[in-house]
């Protein structure tokens, strides 16, 4: 009779703590409850090696000093680093006048870079914003810029210049997926997958002044007032394959509301905690 019972009991105290562990495990996580458990988990598996047929972006992150899924610790970012920041943010957000502040306080041997975040801009933000933020920083003072604008292609040859530079600077954002991400944007338009390519990455994002991370790194910021959820996770994405560590994302996040309000930055730290690194390594 015991045995009976016990072969009874055991199953359906299994299953039930199962149900609840399914119904409040999400909770109980974001509560840290089971932080501990959860970070020798995640110990062990930054311990696996990669393999070697794809890039595994989960377990490079996982590699990476202090991270784990509960990650909220900011790295040390560099001055000049947090001024280009800034000047993103600023150009974003329309805030001219904090704009103002931080270009009189940019370093000289910085302009030529500042002045690429800020043509960066028309990107994500417009042409009218990014009009404004120029000629901002040119009343206060542009000492440095880089011109290496050329005259308007006008044979194929020239115009396969921006094709290749776009495609590399994909390769760089997008990692092994950068051909999925074309053929989707001229999926959803032709026109829009030649200018994404050509104009936007080949023309654009692959001028010279500015890594690839740093621009990447003043995207996020300049998507983070935006509060677009895919968008974002992309944009972390990319910073992640480009180089950036979870600890620097994660003090470019942190200064969103800089400038936009409290409430933004309330919104971007939700959407940081619904982020799931499993799904960013799987891809996009």
Known sequence: SFFRHFIFIVPSLSLLLLLLFALFGRFLLREKLFVAAGNSFFLFIRRVPPTSSRMNTLRRVLRQPGCVRWATTSARLSPG?????????????????????????????????????????????????????????????????????KPYPTTPAAWAEFSVAGEEVAKAMYGHKYRRFLAHVRLLHPAFGHWVQNFLLGRVRARPGV??????????????????????????????????????????????????????????????RDLNFKRLGDGW
Request: negative net charge; contains cysteine.
């Open 81 to 149: 680093a947090i001024q280009l920041f800034q000047i993103a943010g600023c150009c974003a957000s329309g805030n001219l006048s904090k704009l103002a502040e931080v270009w009189g306080q940019l370093p000289q041997e910085l302009h030529a870079a500042g002045m690429e975040v800020v043509l960066q801009n028309t990107l994500y933000n417009g042409f009218a914003r990014t009009l404004m933020a120029l000629t901002t920083i040119t009343e206060v003072g542009v000492k440095d810029r880089i011109v290496t604008e």
């Open 211 to 272: 890594d690839q991370k740093t621009r990447q790194m003043c995207e996020l910021i300049a998507l983070c007032g935006q509060c677009v959820f895919p968008q974002f996770r992309t944009a972390i994405a990319n910073c992640l394959t480009v180089g950036a560590t979870v600890g620097e994302i994660r003090a470019v996040v942190s200064m969103t509301g800089e400038f936009w309000n409290p409430e933004r930055q309330t919104m971007v730290d939700a959407m940081w």
